[in-house]
C-alpha cells in the first residue's frame, strides 16, 4: 500500500510560521523510489487549480513558485522517507489545503490558514 501522510498544518497569524511534513510508507517506497523521486508540495484553493509550490530533485535541486521564494523551503531526509516545507513570512494568499506528492503517490492533505 502506497501511503504519504501529510500534517503540520494549522491557524497561524499573518508573519507566523509553519513546518509541514510528509512521511512516505508503503512497497512503492522501497528500493530507494524515495530518494530518486522528486519531492513536490503543492498547494489548492477551492475553485482553483493545484498550484506546484516546491519541489526538490533527487539531485538535490530546489523550485519555487515565485510567490513563496524567500519565505519557503522545501527539504527531505531520504533515509527517513520524510519530507519538509518550511514556512515563514506566512501570508492570508497562502491559505490552502497543502499536499506533498511523490512519483505516482499523493497525500490527503494538510489545511494551512493564515489570519489576517
Known amino acids: 500500500q502506497v501511503q504519504l501522510v501529510e500534517s503540520g498544518g494549522g491557524l497561524v497569524q499573518a508573519g507566523g510560521s509553519l513546518r509541514l511534513s510528509c512521511a512516505a510508507s508503503g512497497s512503492i517506497f522501497t528500493g530507494g523510489i524515495f530518494s530518486a523521486n522528486t519531492l513536490n508540495w503543492y498547494r489548492q484553493v477551492p475553485g482553483r487549480q493545484r498550484e506546484l509550490v516546491a519541489a526538490?530533485?533527487?539531485?538535490?535541486?530546489?523550485t519555487y513558485a515565485d510567490s513563496v521564494k524567500g519565505r519557503f523551503a522545501i527539504s527531505k531526509d531520504n533515509t527517513k522517507k520524510m519530507g519538509w516545507l518550511q514556512m515563514n513570512s506566512l501570508k492570508p494568499e497562502d491559505t490552502a489545503v497543502y499536499y506533498c506528492?511523490?512519483?505516482?503517490?499523493w497525500g490527503q492533505g494538510t489545511q494551512v490558514t493564515v489570519s489576517s
Open positions: 506528492n511523490v512519483a505516482l503517490a
Open positions: 526538490l530533485t533527487a539531485s538535490g535541486k530546489t
